[in-house]
């Protein structure tokens, strides 16, 4: 029997203030998400530059998720508002050139919300998992 | 119809140097070929005289060239401005990269510029000269001893084709009548490239983007890319010079070129026009400015000194990125 081994590698994006502390919650409670989110921690979600979605697809990432505060709750009062503006432009030119739109994602997630994290999480993975493999934005040269 | 002639500019450039007005003027001198005109600057009358020119191919937006021309002279440069390069230079003045006080524009009225690949389609290789002073364009070329005739909508470059303003929205003084603000049909390849699916927008781009040689023109001549530091200017970056190794950097260059000017690109078509690929990059940029009005509202860079963009703004009540792809797939 043949079993389907292909497990994607997801980045996300963590704020400090909410959704890296919602992660941290999601552990605490042991709530479980797959171990192949690799969580980077940024000062808000609003640091996230567009190029490094576009750095994280080239070495490998087959999908990238943001998590932020929810709006208003921005620890910073407004970088999450940018940060919806500038996704909502970079995820509809990314579809506009042909890459698969599930491959990107924005959540608000809290610090009370371990729970949400999780299940963006499991759900997130379980998308990028049926769409298989991220080969509209791989760079051969950083595949292993 | 409004043509503007070599002799109007130069009787205009010559009157502002003589009256002490202007210290210098920003034109075009002829180059190797009729087609292949540069900008320069120009002194005195007898300069102008011998070198200016003025035809279809002038498509130039001098807005750009203000920011390095600018910086070290006595008194003002006169620069002549088509409707559409004074967006651009409102949109400069708006992010402060050159001294309004410096600057005497005229606006010129403009009937649309020629695309030299569009005259050579018809014309064959070899065009000796082009005569544009009438209503049609007379291409001689080497092989040919009758000149072809060329209507201007066979001539015109995409961007004159889909104008979006006869209107100057920035000058010191016109020449001749000005014109409006007119509703284009600029979107529509745009819209039709969303129609498509995935994997036909993903082989269109594929197949347009994989000609780029990275020369880099696009964006020298983008009067939205004017920072001091870029690392396109840093011959040790290692950046400049690279050509694109696969197809992952031709889109990453691409996205990142067009995101760059995202809500700061007045359309002004010039990296379209120098692209030696015939790249539709315009089409990028279009797919921001369409986005971010159907998002955010209506907005046109540089309509007004001291706009504030889309994405340096926002409200409370923007939408979410997913609620985007839902609106659009309601839509269509
Ligand atoms: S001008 Fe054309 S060929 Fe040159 S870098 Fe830009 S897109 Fe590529
Ligand atoms: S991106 Fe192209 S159309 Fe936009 S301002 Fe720059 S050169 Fe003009």
New interface residues.
Partial sequence: MQVNEYKPLIVAFCCNWCSYAGADLAGNNRLSYPADVKIIRVPCSCRVNPMFILRAFQRGADGVIICGCHPGDCHYTSGNYYTRRRMAALFSMLDFLGIERERTRLEWVSAAEGAKFAATMNDFVETVTALGENKRLEDLRCKK | MQKITRDVLIDKASALLSDGTVSCVLGWKKGEFDYDVTPAVFTTHDELIKDFVFSDFCGANFSKYLVSKTKNIEGRILVFLKPCDTYSFNQLLTEHRFDREKVYAVGIPCEGMADISKVRAISGEGIASIDTSGDKMLVTTLYDDEPVEIAPCDFLAERCINCKSKKHVAFDELIGEDGDVIDSNRFDE?AR??SLT?????????NELSRCIRCNACRDACPACTCEKCVFDNPASGIENKSP??E??E??FH??R??HV?GRCTDCGECSRVCPQNIPLHL?NR??IK??ND??GEYQAGAEVGMRA???????E?????E??DRRDTDA
């Avoid at chain 2, 995935?198 to 594929?206: G, I, L, N, S, V």
């Avoid at chain 2, 889309?310 to 409370?316: F, K, M, N, S």
């Avoid at chain 2, 923007?318 to 997913?322: H, K, S, V």
């Fill in positions: 745009v490239l969303e995935p994997d036909e927008r993903f082989a269109f781009w594929q190794a696969n992952f950097e889109k990453l996205i990142i067009a995101y995202a990028l797919k921001f986005d971010m998002f955010y889309p994405l340096v703004d926002y409200t409370t923007d939408l979410e990125p997913g985007v792809f």
